[in-house]
Protein backbone atom coordinates (compact mmCIF):
# COMPACT_ATOMS: atom_id res chain seq x y z
CA UNK A 1 0.00 0.00 0.00
CA UNK A 2 1.39 3.19 -0.56
CA UNK A 3 0.07 7.13 1.37
CA UNK A 4 0.55 10.07 0.36
CA UNK A 5 0.34 12.75 3.13
CA UNK A 6 0.72 16.14 2.06
CA UNK A 7 1.68 19.39 4.58
CA UNK A 8 1.83 22.92 4.49
CA UNK A 9 -1.44 24.45 4.32
CA UNK A 10 -2.85 27.61 5.94
CA UNK A 11 -4.19 31.00 6.31
CA UNK A 12 -1.95 33.42 4.63
CA UNK A 13 -3.16 37.15 3.31
CA UNK A 14 -3.24 37.94 0.06
CA UNK A 15 0.38 38.79 -1.46
CA UNK A 16 1.93 35.90 1.00
CA UNK A 17 3.64 32.84 0.23
CA UNK A 18 2.93 28.80 1.20
CA UNK A 19 4.89 26.07 0.30
CA UNK A 20 3.07 22.76 0.38
CA UNK A 21 4.82 19.22 0.62
CA UNK A 22 3.50 15.50 -0.36
CA UNK A 23 5.32 12.84 0.85
CA UNK A 24 4.99 9.02 -0.52
CA UNK A 25 5.32 5.96 1.64
CA UNK A 26 4.70 2.45 1.59
CA UNK A 27 5.63 -0.16 -1.58
CA UNK A 28 7.30 2.02 -3.93
CA UNK A 29 9.49 1.11 -6.94
CA UNK A 30 9.45 4.56 -8.55
CA UNK A 31 6.80 7.64 -9.36
CA UNK A 32 6.09 8.53 -12.57
CA UNK A 33 4.44 11.63 -13.10
CA UNK A 34 3.26 13.41 -9.73
CA UNK A 35 0.91 16.68 -9.50
CA UNK A 36 -1.19 18.99 -7.14
CA UNK A 37 -4.98 19.77 -7.89
CA UNK A 38 -7.52 22.01 -6.24
CA UNK A 39 -10.86 22.02 -5.10
CA UNK A 40 -12.80 25.09 -4.24
CA UNK A 41 -15.99 25.56 -2.23
CA UNK A 42 -18.81 24.74 -5.27
CA UNK A 43 -16.17 24.29 -8.05
CA UNK A 44 -14.65 21.38 -9.64
CA UNK A 45 -11.68 20.37 -9.16
CA UNK A 46 -8.83 21.38 -11.03
CA UNK A 47 -5.30 21.12 -11.79
CA UNK A 48 -2.87 23.32 -10.66
CA UNK A 49 0.70 21.79 -11.55
CA UNK A 50 2.22 18.37 -12.48
CA UNK A 51 6.05 17.37 -12.69
CA UNK A 52 7.10 14.60 -14.54
CA UNK A 53 9.88 12.00 -13.33
CA UNK A 54 12.32 13.93 -15.21
CA UNK A 55 11.22 17.07 -14.09
CA UNK A 56 9.28 18.48 -16.74
CA UNK A 57 6.45 20.76 -15.69
CA UNK A 58 2.85 21.97 -16.60
CA UNK A 59 1.25 24.64 -14.93
CA UNK A 60 -2.52 25.98 -15.08
CA UNK A 61 -2.61 29.41 -16.84
CA UNK A 62 -3.99 30.91 -13.29
CA UNK A 63 -0.74 29.98 -11.50
CA UNK A 64 2.03 30.44 -13.86
CA UNK A 65 4.43 32.81 -12.58
CA UNK A 66 3.44 32.48 -9.47
CA UNK A 67 3.72 29.01 -8.59
CA UNK A 68 6.46 26.20 -8.78
CA UNK A 69 6.02 22.85 -8.33
CA UNK A 70 9.70 20.20 -7.61
CA UNK A 71 10.10 17.30 -6.76
CA UNK A 72 12.85 15.11 -4.32
CA UNK A 73 12.61 11.52 -6.24
CA UNK A 74 15.05 10.79 -3.42
CA UNK A 75 12.60 11.45 -1.01
CA UNK A 76 9.62 10.67 -2.94
CA UNK A 77 8.28 13.83 -2.06
CA UNK A 78 6.98 16.45 -4.26
CA UNK A 79 6.32 20.36 -3.30
CA UNK A 80 4.24 23.63 -4.65
CA UNK A 81 6.18 26.68 -3.60
CA UNK A 82 3.06 29.48 -3.83
CA UNK A 83 4.05 32.70 -4.14
CA UNK A 84 1.57 36.20 -4.71
CA UNK A 85 -0.97 34.33 -3.26
CA UNK A 86 -4.52 35.13 -3.72
CA UNK A 87 -7.93 35.28 -2.27
CA UNK A 88 -9.40 33.12 -5.37
CA UNK A 89 -6.50 30.55 -4.44
CA UNK A 90 -8.10 29.54 -1.55
CA UNK A 91 -8.89 25.89 -1.57
CA UNK A 92 -8.42 22.31 -0.75
CA UNK A 93 -5.07 21.46 -2.29
CA UNK A 94 -4.67 17.98 -2.98
CA UNK A 95 -1.41 15.75 -4.07
CA UNK A 96 -1.61 12.96 -6.83
CA UNK A 97 0.86 10.17 -7.95
CA UNK A 98 1.47 7.86 -10.09
CA UNK A 99 3.00 4.95 -8.62
CA UNK A 100 4.78 1.66 -9.70
CA UNK A 101 4.26 -0.88 -7.09
CA UNK A 102 5.55 -3.66 -8.79
CA UNK A 103 8.89 -5.05 -10.25
CA UNK A 104 6.81 -5.52 -13.52
CA UNK A 105 5.65 -2.50 -14.06
CA UNK A 106 2.43 -2.27 -12.34
CA UNK A 107 1.26 1.42 -11.56
CA UNK A 108 -1.52 2.79 -9.54
CA UNK A 109 -2.23 6.24 -9.24
CA UNK A 110 -3.04 7.78 -5.08
CA UNK A 111 -4.26 10.91 -3.19
CA UNK A 112 -3.46 12.62 -0.17
CA UNK A 113 -6.00 13.64 1.53
CA UNK A 114 -5.94 17.17 1.22
CA UNK A 115 -4.96 20.17 2.87
CA UNK A 116 -6.77 23.80 3.31
CA UNK A 117 -5.31 26.93 2.13
CA UNK A 118 -6.77 29.91 2.67
CA UNK A 119 -5.74 33.20 1.43
CA UNK A 120 -7.62 36.28 3.27
CA UNK A 121 -7.91 39.60 1.38
Known amino acids: QVQLVESGGGLVQAGGSLRLSCAASGTIFSINAMGWYRQAPGKQRELVAT???????NYVDSVKGRFTISRDNAKNTVYLQMNSLKPEDTAVYSCNAEVVITGWGTRRGYWGQGTQVTVSS
Open 51 to 57: ITSGGST
